[in-house]
Every structure is written in C-alpha cells, then in structure tokens.
C-alpha cells in the first residue's frame, strides 16, 4: 500500500489486536509492544495494511486498558513510549498503518481529572464529569442502568451527588457538554497523530453524549435485550456535531480515519457518518455478529446496509472483536471459512479480529480464571468475554511461543495442533484462505468496490445453507 494513498483505509484490510494476548516479550505472562514489533513479518505476510490496537495507556486496567488514567502515555505493562515510536516506524516501515483506541466517553474513577472533579463541588472539574442530585427521596437522579449491571449511578457521599457511569462505577462518564473536555481529548488526538498514528478508533462513541434533561430511559418491551431502552442516554442528535470536531482533528494532520465503534440498528448507525460525510469514516458495522448463520439473513443484512448507505459513504464489515464471542465458536470450523470467504470478498472494508484467521475458537473459562469485570459484576448468565481475549497461538512449544511463563488468561486447548507454524504448514488449513483472499483483493480490486453480483449470492447462499441448513444463531 503506499503511504501517500488516501484512500488506503477504504482499500486495506484491517486487523485488531488484543495487546495483552498477542505476544509477550518480557516473561510477564501479558502481551506488549515489543511483542508485536517481534510478529509484525507474521502480520506483513498475512497480507493485512493496517492494526488496530486496543489500548495500551495507563490504565488501573478495571476494565483492561478501556479505563485510561493517562491519555498520552503507555502503561509500564505493554512497554515504554519510546518501544511506541518503534512500533510506529516499523509498522511503517513494514507498509503497515496504525491505529490506536481512543476511549473518549470514560476514564477511571483514579484518573487526575476525576480526583480533581469529585473533590469538592466547587472544583473547576466538577462540570467535566456528569453530576446531579439524587431524587427527593435520596434515589438516583434516573433509570439509567449501566451496561455492566445495576444502576448507571454511584452516589459519592463527600459532595452529596451522584455522577454517572455506563460501564463500571470505577468508570465515570466525562461531560461532552463541557467545552473543555472536549478540547482535553482533541489535544490527545494530537498528540498521538503528531507522533505519526494513522488514526482512532473511537470508543462507544454513540453514547458520548446524554441528553440535556436526564430524561427516564423507556422500558424496553423486548424485555430480554435489557430491562430499559438507551433513548436518552445514548444516541442522542447532538454527539453527531462532537464526531464531526473529532473527523476535522484527524483531518489536520492529512490522511488519517476515524472509525466508530456504534452498537446500533443499520438505520441509525448510517447517520454516524455524519452530514455530507462529515462524521466517521467508518461507523463499525456489526450487523454480521448479530443476524442468524443462514443465507437469508446474511442476504438481507448486506442488502438492507448497502440500501441504507448514504451515497458516497463506504462499507465495512466485521466478524469479531475483544467483547464478543469467537467467529469459529458461533458458526463452526467450516463455515469460518465460508464467513472469511465472505467477509473478504464483501464490497468495503474488512476487519479481522486477532486469532481468527487460524480459527482460534471461544476458550472456557473457569470460574477462578475470570478477569473481565463484566462476568465478575453479573457471573453466569453468559456474558464473559475472556474466552475471545485468550492468548494467540504460535506454535506448538510450551504456551503456544506467546510466553516462556504462564499466560494471564488460559490458553485454548487445541494450540499444539491449532497454531500459526503448522497452520501456515498445511495449505489445507484456514490459514490458507485467508491468505489467499487477502492476497486476491490486491489483485482484483473488484472486489473492494465492487457490489454484489447475483452469482455470488448464490454461491454464498449454497454455501451456508448446504453445510448449515438449520442455520446457527449467531450468539449462544
Ligand atoms: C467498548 C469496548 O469494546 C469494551 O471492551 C469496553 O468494556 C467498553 N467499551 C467500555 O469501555
């Protein structure tokens, strides 16, 4: 790809990595910088342009790494800043863009801004988190539920409010109202994109701000899906002004993306790319990880997105990441394949989560091996997202070659078999369509922009439907 293209993000292959599991330099048992620039060849062979990182800041890691108590530094654990900037001019050097998660909706509860903030009522901070006043009962200020279980809010009992969290209560929502947050994280972006990164992704940007009033959030009458709706407290018209600042902050340093992470219906995750495509250049699209594994719905799911696109807007797709189930565990080994052959042949852009391009399946975890603090607030009903998070596999030696010690998270039980040596061994192995896919769409650029032929349909739909032909739920 060369670098002065500006266009490389709508023609590249995207490709996540979970920092703490990819590979670990330094015998901690936890992944690193110096890790990755060990396995950039790994990367460059497989075809891929660009990698995404999940953070790698300072963090009290309450939630590992997306709770940034420093937004422009590098936690001890995964390196220093100056390993960063080798990582950056090796990537780079490797034709290889970069980059980095900006968790711009919440920082930790120890993070100076907070501390500072929940000091007193009177702090020139208070108004850069989202404090209020509980109910005249002494009841928090709304419904508001937080996506980790129980209430949004955490009453603070030396300044008599509450102030609100949608992730953990060690996890404070900053006030996107406050015109000084605002700059504060338009600085970091800066700061990162003038040491050379080729861009965010952006963190729950849907719900970065609320509404004005405080409004109740509706009961939800698809009870299953959570107890109350997200209509006041996330999605609200007015985050589409704050995504366009950040798309202009990207833009003054040249040819970088934004890409947002949006958990939304296709009809409105379209508005995230923003009047005249001001917004992000790409809003995620997640719409695979969450219709059925049969021809129909997959069908009907690229053709409703491709019919919502405004003109001009460009797809992406993807099939995995850190917080959801395994593509290989959701749909099977062989039709892993089938998802890559159609994830990689889809019109736009594709991103590929870490593991799965040699069918790295979801790993039980024990109850004493939990570390995500979503399993830990609401245990057993399903919702651990350690299993996607495990170590990559490399080859076959003692801890897959992804440490000389025991790994944080355990590793998958098939890896003496299942791992990047042996895999890129046998042309049979998933490993080899995906290379070869990768490898097709630099050669046919049809397959980038192209749309969907009826042929392709059909051969996707036999596909599917020939070796599922219950079809699979796409979440279990
Ligand atoms: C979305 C991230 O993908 C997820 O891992 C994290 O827990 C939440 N944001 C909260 O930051």
Redesign the pocket.
Known sequence: MDQGDNDWWRHGVFYQIYPRSFQDSNADGVGDIRGIIERLPYLKALGINAVWL?PIFPSPMA??G??ISDYTGIDPLFGTMADFDALVSAAHENGLKLIL?L?P??TPDQHPWFIESKSSRDSPKRDWYIWRDGKPDGGPPNDWLS??GGSGWEYHDATGQYYYH???AQ?PDLNWRNPDVREAIYEVMRFWLRKGVDGFRV??IWPLIKDAEFRDNPPNPNYHKGRILTQYSTDRPEVHEIIAEMRRVTEEFGSRVLIG?IHLPLHRLVAYYGNDLAGAHMPFNFALLSTLWRARSIERIIADYEKALPIGAWPNWVLG???RPRVASRVGQEQARVAAMLLLTLRGTPTLYYGDEIGKHQVAIAPDQVQD??EKNVPGIGVD?DGCRTPMQWDATLHAGFSTVTPWLPLADDFVRRNVVNLEADTKSILSPYKALIATRRKLPQLVTGPISRSQRRAISCFIDEMVPQGRPLLH
Do not use: G, K, T
Request: charged letters at 35%; a negative charge.
């Open positions: 999940s939630d590992f997306y709770d998660d968790v909706n919440h996506e980790f949608a992730f953990l996890q963190d729950v992470e990441n850190h917080d603090p979503f997202r």
